[in-house]
Every structure is written in C-alpha cells, then in structure tokens.
C-alpha cells in the first residue's frame, strides 16, 4: 500500500473538546486563510471568533466537537443548543464548521454526522448549518453538498454596510 491508500484506511475520531481554545487557534487561522478577503458580506476577526469559541467550550448548551485523524486535529465544529423564536422546536446550531483541505470530503462527512447526533442525543428536534460566502469561497457548492447529505434549504440571509450618510 502506498501512503495515500494507508492514509485512507485510519478511521476518522470526533471528539468533545472543553479544553482552552488557544489551542485550536491554528484551526480559525487556516480558516481565515482559505477565505476570498474580496466577497463583499461579514468580516472575519479570529480573536472574536476564539472568544465565541471559548464561549460555547464553557456552555452547557453547546459543545466543540474536533475531527481527528492520526492524532491531529483537522477540523472542528462548534454546536449549540437553543430553542426556535418561532416554536417550542430544539434546534442544535452549527455556528462554525472548518475542516483542513487534505481532509475535506469524507472528514467533513464524518464531522457533519457527528453535528446530527450530537443533536439528536442532546433532545433537539432539528440541527442547522449555514453556507456562507464569507465563511466558504465554496458555498453554492457545500449547499449542494448539504442537500445530498440530506439537509434542506431553510432561509437565506443578505447583509448590507451601513454608512452614515447614506439612505437605507
């Protein structure tokens, strides 16, 4: 076997984190990296993103679950649990999903089941992910990916600056 096919047949591992996010800080930076800084929409600040982070490490409604492989983190969600401002429906949300280039495709499979269990076995009715242009140059095509995982389009969300000044 060659080091492609041995690497295929290590299992991927997802795994609960409440540990300090300065650890993880190498992850949001390869995020922020991968980012097209062009697409107009939010901003990516990776200290803020390491506070919020922090903040559902230390949630008992929320949760930092890690995909590794070979012992090395390669990508990591953050989830949390929280009820619809329309109904009585559990949600479990996924604010931030990031999994390594080399890894992606069946790391990212294995991180996104773990999202739904992690959900289903913390009593929610639903779970939700975001495709975002700010978060992934990729977006149109991770959707498509989401739908043939399964999901379904739910909402989408538009953004505009505001400048003073200028008329809304």
């Not at 690497?7 to 991927?12: E, G, I, K, Q, S």
């Not at 913390?122 to 498509?144: N, V």
């Not at 909402?155 to 008329?167: D, M, N, P, Q, R």
Request: proline share 4%; charged share 25%.
């Amino acid at each position: 076997m060659d080091g492609n096919e041995s690497d295929r047949c290590v299992a991927y591992t997802v795994e609960s984190y409440r540990g300090p996010t300065e650890l993880l800080r190498p992850l949001p930076q390869s995020w922020y990296a991968d980012l097209d800084h062009t697409t107009a929409g939010l901003s990516f600040d990776i200290e803020k993103v390491a506070q919020r982070l922090q903040r559902l490490c230390d949630s008992q409604q929320a949760d930092i679950l890690l995909l590794v492989k070979h012992e090395q983190v390669v990508g990591f969600l953050g989830i949390e649990k929280f009820v619809s401002l329309m109904s009585d429906e559990t949600i479990g949300w996924v604010h931030y999903i990031y999994v390594c280039k080399p890894y992606r495709g069946k790391g990212s499979l294995v991180l996104l089941r773990s999202a739904g269990r992690w959900a289903k076995e913390h009593g929610c009715d639903l779970w939700m992910i975001s495709a975002s242009k700010t978060a992934s140059p990729d977006y149109e095509k991770l959707g498509r990916w989401y739908e043939r995982c399964g999901l379904r389009p739910c909402e989408t969300h538009y953004v505009k600056a505001l400048s003073s000044g200028e008329a809304l």
